[in-house]
């Protein structure tokens, strides 16, 4: 896997991928080898061999493959976002205007397929809505901040699988954020400050003055300083054009002092002269877009699409994907060394977090058990409790129960003695009853014979 040619070869690809410029004829083979590693013996080729096409094919294989890119418009509603974005790429891309009544702000997102002669572009282009519409202004920039976190959490999760398709994985990281500043001519606004500096460890930030054509031309100049020292001040930092390919050192570095780009935006086409411009017409005259005595269009255009595109994807994956990555796996405890700096190999941490993990889970079991065992006793003991009450209640109702019988016995037995001395009484009232019966019916007999002989 480490054999000088493969050095060779990764040294070609990342020299075309990072634009170092090769000069491959006039590189000598014994400079290849010593940047392809040390110890590397540089061995001349007697002939052609074939492999300085490598370059080549890598530029067949990603044409043939296609591009993304992932613009996020950051700014206040009606700044010119989607206006810009229209300028930008040539084309029409939104159709309706955004809603603005939502209580907090929104991230919209678009996917479009772009062709630029043989070569495909699929352009992401994320909005923000109803951003700086709130009066509490507080957490405007949060859902931004989670949007940009979730396509990087997306990523590492497809990195992680291990069945990985990253070659066909439609990457949605956001490559670059355009910050629009409100034409003020003043100062930054909080907002601005904040968000910024949310964001800034997070995505390549190129600020730019919307609507510039709001601002004189001195006054730009000065609104240009200040913003400039504001982000300095702040702690804030923008995304600066790549000076160390010289190819491009030159122009990047003058473009940095432009920064932040004065911008207009308008897909309108005006004739000035006899060509047909866009443009953006008022009473008392044109701006023109592409003009750079008018606005940096150009220069945003320039350094944003022509030459620092590729800069800006690999940025996003180097720098801020990777600053993610790593908090992220820290966060899961990995590490590269351990204590002693020893480099810490994947299967150690993962034995390691395994091991941390059947601990707490057996720590866990224990203190469940633990807590299981107390119940239990306390439950007995409640039921003891329960038991030995049910039982002196029991006995209680026994001995009530029993009072009870007895004085209900003795009642029987005094109804008893009422009821037979009550029989006895009536047995001689009854016997006395007749006998007066009897006494009366011989003396009304007697009566009666004294009544008829009397007649
Ligand atoms: P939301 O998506 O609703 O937040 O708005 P936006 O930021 O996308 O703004 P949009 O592009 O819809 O433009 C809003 C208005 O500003 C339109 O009337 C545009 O014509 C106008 N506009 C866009 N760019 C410029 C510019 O550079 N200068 C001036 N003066 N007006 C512009
Ligand atoms: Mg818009």
């Known amino acids: 896997m480490n054999s000088p040619l493969v050095s060779l070869l ?9 634009r170092v410029p090769i000069r491959r004829e006039t590189m000598a083979a014994t400079e290849i080898a010593r940047q392809a590693g040390e110890g590397a013996r540089a ?12 370059p080549d094919q890598l530029v067949n294989k990603s044409v043939s493959h296609g591009f993304c890119f992932n613009i996020l418009c950051v700014g206040e509603t009606g700044l010119g976002k989607s206006t810009l974005m229209d300028t930008l790429f040539n084309t029409k891309f939104e159709g309706e205007p955004m809603q603005h009544n939502q209580p907090g702000v929104q991230l919209k997102s678009n996917t479009y397929e772009l062709q630029e002669s043989n070569v495909r572009l699929k352009l992401n282009v994320v909005n923000t809505v109803g951003f700086g519409d709130q009066i509490n202004k507080e957490d405007s920039y949060k859902p931004i901040v989670e949007f940009i976190d979730t ?19 439609h990457d949605t990281r956001i490559h670059t954020c355009l910050y629009f500043i409100s034409p003020t001519g003043h100062s930054l606004k909080s907002l601005d400050l904040v968000t910024m500096k949310k964001l800034d460890s997070k995505v390549n930030i190129i600020p730019i003055i919307a609507k510039s054509d709001a601002i004189s031309k001195s006054e730009l100049t000065k609104f240009k300083i200040k913003i400039t020292s504001e982000l300095v001040s702040n702690g804030v930092q923008i995304y600066q054009f790549p000076t160390d390919d010289e190819t491009v050192a030159e122009i990047n570095s003058t473009m940095n002092g432009h920064l932040p780009f004065a911008v207009v935006g308008s897909t309108e086409e005006v004739k000035i002269g006899n060509k047909m411009v866009r443009a953006r017409q008022y009473p008392w005259g044109t701006v023109q ?7 940096d269009f150009v220069k945003l255009r320039e350094m944003l699409i022509r030459v620092n595109m590729e800069d800006l994807r690999e940025q996003t994956h180097t720098r801020h994907y990777e600053l993610y990555r790593r908090c992220k796996l820290e966060e899961m405890g990995f590490k590269d060394t351990d204590p002693d700096s020893k480099p810490f190999s994947l299967q150690e941490t993962y034995e390691a977090k395994r091991n941390e993990f059947m601990g707490e889970l057996q720590k866990k079991e224990e203190e469940m058990r633990q807590m299981f065992v107390q119940r239990v006793k306390e ?6 409790e329960a038991e030995k009450e049910l039982h002196e209640k029991f006995d209680r109702l026994k001995k009530l129960h029993q009072d009870e019988k007895k004085k209900l016995e003795d009642k029987k ?3 008893d003695d009422e009821l037979n001395t009550f029989k006895q009484k009536k047995t001689a009232a009854e016997l006395l009853q007749s006998q007066a019966q009897q006494a009366g019916g011989s003396t009304t007999l007697k009566r009666d014979k004294e009544r008829k002989n009397f007649f």
Do not use: W
């Open 379 to 384: 439950k007995e003991a409640e039921l003891k």
């Open 43 to 54: 061995v001349p080729l007697a002939g052609h061999v074939g492999f300085d096409s490598m």
């Open 289 to 295: 877009v592409e003009n750079e005595n008018h606005c």
């Open 151 to 169: 396509q990087f959490e997306a990523y590492l999760q497809e990195e992680l699988k291990i069945k990985r398709t990253l070659h066909s994985y």
């Open 413 to 415: 037995k005094s109804l």
């Open 10 to 18: 990764r040294l070609v690809l990342c020299s075309f991928l990072f």
